[in-house]
């Protein structure tokens, strides 16, 4: 992962509004940004939005056989991809120390939380189970994309439907949604990740950083939290010794902040429901009977199509006539010249009109009737070009 680094000036900026407990954005120490959460057409599409930090996660699931040392529970299986798109400082196809981060955190968020029943995705035990995969896609990076990334996976998998099954003697059939509901997952609790940066060992702290505090945060602490208080993991990372008051003010904050954050959720996956049982369009489908697209916008712009010819016509009557001389694209200055096909030599020399083919003089003669002009040039300056009429003796031509 390559960043561009922070200059000094940069740095010691922000620094000194931490001190004074301002932000860029205008925000208090302890605000979060802005959430706002939508689903797409499918079940299981999530598109989250923490200020300008856009994240989206698809769940997907497939039959495959359980593990040996489980084989009445289901699996899940989480993947985080960092697009260049999302952050110039992302590379493909390279772990980065981030991306591991981010895998690991959301596996102990999830997974290790018991937040949902494995035992229900289970449908013959031994043989066959239900996989859950979450794709976690970042789209841009702004800063927090843990606290993005856990609530767009919590919200995801609560609003994911699963195929029905049906068994019959040894044969497992699976019901596509036109044959039977699709059923949720079995979700016990929300757990959600608040990270919360410490500045100057510890003497600052702010939450929700953005991806400039980031870079000069000394340490970072992330807790995973659900509704009833409880911690469902807490993580340190940076280096940086903290002390059990720090510890507990955070999660205070924390419990707060998730409190807030499950409710809206909540609000939103009603909302969806609601949506949905109405029989309207959900996603990118509500906005192609209206022809356009909410991340393109067209502006319309209406001409008038009447009296073109007309309108025309008076336009080009006024229109001065075009001049028949066109200007020379050459502009002479001191020191240049011009040369060229009507063009005045600008180089302040007069033309030479000797020419040395001869050192003598030339004679040109013309016979034209009866009368002889003879031409006489000579390269003396006294001398002038002579025309002579003389008569000849000789008859003219018949």
Request: charged share 30%.
């Amino acid at each position: 992962m390559k960043e561009t680094p922070l200059s000094n000036c940069e740095r010691q900026f922000l620094l000194k509004a931490i001190e004074e407990k301002k932000r860029l954005d205008g925000r208090q120490i302890y605000d979060y940004r802005t959430i706002k959460i939508s689903f797409g057409t499918d079940y299981g599409c999530c598109f989250v939005d923490l200020g300008k930090t856009r994240v989206m996660t698809q769940v997907s699931c497939e039959l495959v056989v359980p593990k040996d040392n489980r084989p009445s529970d289901g699996i899940m299986f989480f993947n985080v991809e960092l697009s260049p798109m999302a952050s110039p400082g992302f590379e493909v196809g390279r772990q980065s120390e981030l991306l591991v981060k981010l895998n690991r955190q959301l596996e102990r968020c999830l997974r290790n939380s018991k937040c949902f029943d494995t035992e229900s995705l289970c449908v013959v035990s031994g043989e066959k189970v239900w996989q859950i995969r979450v794709d976690v896609h970042v789209l841009n990076h702004d800063g927090n994309l843990m606290d993005a990334a856990s609530v767009a996976a919590i919200t995801a998998l609560s609003h994911f439907r699963r195929p029905d099954v049906g068994i019959h003697g040894e044969e497992v059939t699976v019901y596509g949604s036109e044959e039977r509901d699709p059923i949720p997952l079995s979700i016990y609790h929300m757990p959600i990740c608040v990270s919360f940066s410490f500045f100057q060992q510890g003497t600052y702290l702010l939450v929700d950083p953005c991806e400039r505090e980031e870079r000069v945060m000394d340490g970072l602490l992330m807790i995973a939290m659900n509704k009833h208080r409880e911690i469902c993991s807490i993580q340190s990372s940076g280096g940086i010794m903290l002390l059990k008051e720090q510890v507990l003010r955070c999660s205070k904050i924390a419990s707060v902040k998730v409190t807030e954050i499950t409710e809206l959720i909540h609000k939103a996956l009603e909302n969806d429901k609601k949506a949905r049982k109405e029989g309207g369009r959900c996603g990118f489908a509500e906005f192609m009977p209206r022809e356009r697209i909410p991340v393109l916008k067209k502006q319309e712009t209406p001409v008038e199509t009447k009296d073109i010819k007309e309108k025309a016509k008076e336009i080009i009557h006024r229109a001065e006539p075009p001049s028949q001389l066109v200007s020379s694209p050459v502009l002479p200055a001191p020191g240049t010249g011009q040369v060229g096909e009507g063009l005045q030599n600008s180089w302040g020399l007069e033309e030479d009109e000797e020419e040395d083919e001869d050192e003598g003089d030339v004679v040109m003669l013309e016979k034209r009737g009866r009368r002889v002009d003879v031409v006489v040039i000579s390269d003396s300056e006294e001398e002038e070009v002579v025309m002579l009429n003389q008569e000849t003796s000789e008859p003219a031509p018949k």
